[in-house]
């Protein structure tokens, strides 16, 4: 416990300091290559539903400032969608990359300096031709 005044002052400064920074990571630019792209191409009914998925840059922006990292698993599984997005992407920080953004909120980003991670945010706001079709067993996501 701490009971000195200069102490105090001290891990007021310190509590201060790391909150300064701390600031999260921003994007700083995107670029959308294509859009309205489809995995299973052999498909002609994936391939004229998936065209629908548009999102803008702002959309994208979004997406990549709330993602989070999750396991591959929930990308090729549990929130699977063969139409995607393409673009590049660079962060206030300075790191990079290319991405893939499918239409269900996952996306795998690959860095620029090698590795990649996929990601996840559901609350979007772009057309998603399988809306209501995700998760696994008799409950459906929206």
Known sequence: MV???PAKLLLAL???TLQTTTQARTVRKVTIDETGLNLDTQD???TEGCKKFKPTINQVRHYFEKAYPIENYTVTTERYSP???TGTIT???NSSGKFQLYSGGTSTLFWSRGG???LLYKKN???DPF???YGLGNEQEC
């Open 116 to 118: 990649a991670v996929n």
């Open 44 to 46: 002609s009914n994936l």
């Open 131 to 133: 809306a209501c079709n």
């Open 83 to 85: 139409c995607y997005t």
């Open 91 to 93: 962060f206030s920080d």
């Open 14 to 16: 310190v509590f201060l």
């Open 125 to 127: 706001k772009w057309h």
């Open 3 to 5: 009971n000195s005044r």
